[in-house]
C-alpha cells in the first residue's frame, strides 16, 4: 500500500491503482444535519467534538472565536494563552454577505474529519457570525477529493482519485447532468456558468448558502426592474458579516445549469455584492436538495443526478 501526501498533514493509505484506470477511495464519510438552512457535520479537534458547517462558498476552514477558545486551540506560532483568541491579533479580514469580519491563525494539533485524520491543522478563528455552528469546514479541505453531496441518505463523502481520472467518474446512476466547473487557479470554489434568459451568469455551488440567490446588479443586468418586484416576499439576510442584507424572492422561468434544465427556480435577489466579481449567483440548498450533486474536482466537472436517488453502494 501507498501513503499519499495530500495536503497539510492529511495523509491516505490507500491500495496502488493502474494508471489507465480511475478508481475513487472514499477518504471521509460525514453524516450530516440539515439544520437553519446548512449542513452539519461532525469534526473533532484536539479530540473536542466540533459542529461544522460544510461549506463549498468559503475559501478557508474557520471556527468562531468562541469555539476556538472552548475548544483551546492554539496560536498558529504558540501555545494557547486563555481567554478571547481576538486578543491575539489581526491577521486577516474575511468577507462575504453582510460585510467582513477580522480572523487570527490558530492550529489543531488534531484534527479528525470523518476518518480523515491530520496533525497540525492550520485555520482561523473569527466572530463572522457562526449563529448556529462552531464554525466553516471550507473548500481548502474540500477541494482536494471529490465530493458526492447524498441528500437522499443524509451524508457527505469524499474520495480521493486514484489513476487516470480525467473523465467524470460518479457512483451515480442516470439520468445524469453534467456542466463543467470553471478553471480554478487560486479560487477552489466550484463555479459554473449558467444561463438565465439568454444571459450567462457564473455560478458557485455554495452548500453553506440555504437557498439560491443572485446580486442585485446581476439581476438587473439580467432585465429585471426592481422596482417591478414590490409585491415579491421581501426579508433580510446574514452571512458572515454582521450587517443584515435586503433581499427578494422572484422566481426565473428557466435556469440552465449545463445540460440540466431548471424550471421555475426560485432564486433570492441579494441588495448586496459580497466584495468579489468572479461569483454573480449562488446555487444554494434550495437546488442541491432538489438533484443528486457530485462535485468532481478530479475532472472539472459538476455531474447532477435528477430526479435525486441514494448513490450506488461501494462494492
Known amino acids: 500500500m501507498t501513503c499519499l501526501r495530500l495536503f497539510t ?21 460525514l453524516p450530516f444535519t440539515y439544520a437553519h438552512g446548512h449542513l452539519h457535520v461532525p469534526v473533532t479537534l484536539d479530540q473536542k467534538p466540533a459542529d461544522m458547517i460544510f461549506d463549498t462558498g468559503s475559501f478557508t476552514t474557520i471556527v468562531t472565536n ?14 494557547y494563552a486563555g481567554g478571547p483568541l481576538a486578543n491575539g491579533g489581526q491577521i486577516a479580514t474575511f468577507y462575504g454577505i453582510g460585510g467582513g469580519s477580522s480572523a487570527m491563525a490558530v492550529t489543531a494539533r488534531t484534527v479528525d474529519i470523518g476518518g480523515l485524520k491530520a496533525r497540525n491543522f492550520n485555520l482561523y478563528a473569527a466572530d463572522f457570525g457562526g449563529r448556529f455552528s462552531d464554525g466553516l469546514l471550507s473548500v481548502d479541505v474540500i477541494s482536494k477529493y471529490d465530493v458526492d453531496l447524498d441528500f437522499p441518505e443524509n451524508q457527505i463523502v469524499l474520495y480521493y482519485p486514484l489513476g487516470d481520472c480525467r473523465a467524470p467518474a460518479a457512483f451515480l446512476e442516470g439520468p445524469l447532468y453534467a456542466a463543467p466547473l470553471l478553471p480554478f487557479g487560486d479560487d477552489r470554489r466550484p463555479r459554473v456558468t449558467v444561463s438565465i434568459g439568454g444571459h450567462d451568469v457564473i455560478a458557485m455551488v455554495d452548500t453553506g448558502a440555504s437557498s439560491s440567490a443572485i446580486f442585485r446588479h446581476t439581476a438587473e443586468r439580467l432585465g429585471i426592474e426592481m422596482q417591478s418586484l414590490a409585491l415579491n416576499p421581501h426579508f433580510k439576510s446574514r452571512g458572515v458579516g454582521a450587517d443584515t442584507v435586503n433581499t427578494v424572492t422572484h422566481v426565473f422561468p428557466s435556469v440552465a445549469i449545463g445540460e440540466l434544465s431548471v424550471e421555475n427556480m426560485r432564486v433570492d435577489i441579494l441588495d448586496d455584492h ?3 466579481d468572479n461569483v454573480e449567483m449562488l446555487l444554494g440548498n434550495n437546488f442541491q436538495r432538489a438533484v443528486h450533486l457530485w462535485i468532481s474536482y478530479s475532472s472539472g466537472t459538476l455531474i447532477m443526478q435528477a430526479p435525486p436517488r441514494p448513490s450506488k453502494k461501494l462494492q
Open 66 to 79: 468562541a469555539a476556538a477558545d472552548r475548544l483551546q486551540l492554539a496560536h498558529m506560532h504558540g501555545d
Open 9 to 29: 498533514a492529511f495523509c491516505v493509505i490507500a491500495p496502488a491503482a493502474a494508471n489507465a484506470e480511475c478508481r475513487m477511495s472514499p477518504v471521509s464519510h
Open 274 to 276: 459580497a466584495g468579489e
